[in-house]
């Protein structure tokens, strides 16, 4: 882990190094008609080691490709309010760790709208993509190569926003529920698809729009009762409404069935905060470390905290995050949220022998032991 003094040096770079690039990219942002452009994030690949827990190698690899990464809201005549996910990478460059690409993101994009779109599909998973494209883009006499992915623009925010201190204490038992459920549905219909998303963590679980209480807590696709519709209608509580989930961030994901050789490189990243124990000890992403994954959104959605933390500041992050998920006991829940400690318990697991096998048995037993 780099110290204070070389982290600082580092964000003075990337400050003024913003300055010659964030007005390229604007330009050519112009020329494809958006406007109200504001750039919200920019990054170095390089610099991403403190928040990410990934090898030498695939480091190495990564920065010889991609250099900045940003995220930028905007407006365009034909989508609407967009975000804009971008990458700058150097033109021509071949890229060797695809896990990491934002061409490897708009790849499983894709694959998902389109298995969206079957007349069996009954759960949406994650946003459309509105468009994505690579530019040539000259900097400093540099030729380079931008790719941007475009979103649409989810104004109630991510999960993350919901869980902070003063929006999660307002927070009611129902939404909680829903939040858990819905969650666990778009993960496993997300493997269904045949996908691991190796990512999980509220700030990637987005918000679409609001939908009615009766309509979400609907356990299975059918209509709902006439009569069960005109008594919601009747109750104001009932009629509140709570956002429904979509999946956001697929750069890491992997195929389900992608087989491991001994020639190919196990993907080892993730958040240090979410990351399954058996990842910290170099085995490959299964549904199972998904599984473990929710199990800490799940806490946090109840507990307005995750279950397993570091101390601030700490010489050797990783080290303690390894020793956290490895080696700390599953936590108790207050008694009002009992019901759902064998959930818990099981998706938890220290040992991928103990854990739920799939996401489809989690959402099973939550609807067995979630609240009436």
């Known amino acids: 882990m780099k110290n204070s003094a070389s982290n600082c040096s580092q964000i003075q770079a990337l400050q003024r ?25 920019i990054s170095q690949q390089s610099s991403s080691q403190d ?22 809201r905007a407006r365009h005549p034909s989508f609407g309010a967009v975000m804009i996910k971008w990458q700058l990478t150097i033109a021509d460059s071949s890229n060797s760790y695809q896990a990491a690409d934002l061409n490897h993101e708009a790849h499983v994009l894709q694959a998902l709208q389109i298995s969206q779109q079957s007349p069996t599909a009954t759960l949406a998973i994650a946003p459309p993509t509105l468009a994505y494209t690579t530019s040539p883009i000259n900097l400093l006499q540099q030729p380079y190569q931008l790719s941007h992915l475009v979103l649409p623009f989810y104004p109630l925010g991510s ?57 979400f807590l609907s356990s299975n696709t059918t209509a709902i009762n006439t009569a069960t519709e005109i008594n919601a209608a009747n109750d104001t509580n009932a009629n509140r409404k709570i956002a429904s989930l979509l999946l956001t961030d697929f750069a890491l994901a992997e ?88 959930i818990i318990n099981k998706a938890l697991a220290k040992q991928i022998k103990n854990r739920y096998q799939d996401m489809q048995s989690v959402v099973v037993d939550l609807e067995l032991f979630t609240d009436n």
């Open 51 to 72: 928040e990410f827990c990934q090898t030498a190698t695939n480091q190495q690899a990564i920065t010889q490709t991609v250099l900045y990464q940003g995220l930028t």
């Open 255 to 342: 195929r389900i069935d992608r087989g491991v050789s001994k020639d190919v490189k196990i993907n080892t990243a993730g958040t240090p905060a979410y990351l399954a124990p058996e990842r910290w000890q170099g085995h490959a992403a299964t549904e199972q470390s998904d599984v473990y994954a929710f199990g800490i959104m799940m806490y946090e959605i109840l507990i307005g905290e995750r279950p397993f933390n570091i101390t601030v500041g700490s010489r050797d992050p990783l080290k303690e995050w390894a020793i956290e998920h490895c080696q700390q006991s599953i936590p108790v829940l207050p008694v009002k949220y009992q019901q759902y400690q064998v």
């Open 17 to 41: 190094q913003s300055k010659q690039l964030l007005p390229e990219i604007t330009a050519i942002f112009l020329q494809l008609d958006y406007s109200q452009i504001v750039h919200q994030r």
């Open 159 to 215: 999960l993350a926003q919901q869980l902070k201190s003063k929006q999660h204490s307002s927070l009611t038992p129902v939404q909680k529920q829903h939040f858990i459920k819905q969650a666990a549905c778009i993960i496993a219909a997300l493997h269904k698809q045949g996908w691991l998303h190796n990512d999980l963590k509220p700030s990637n679980v987005l918000l679409s729009e609001p939908v009615l209480k009766n309509i």
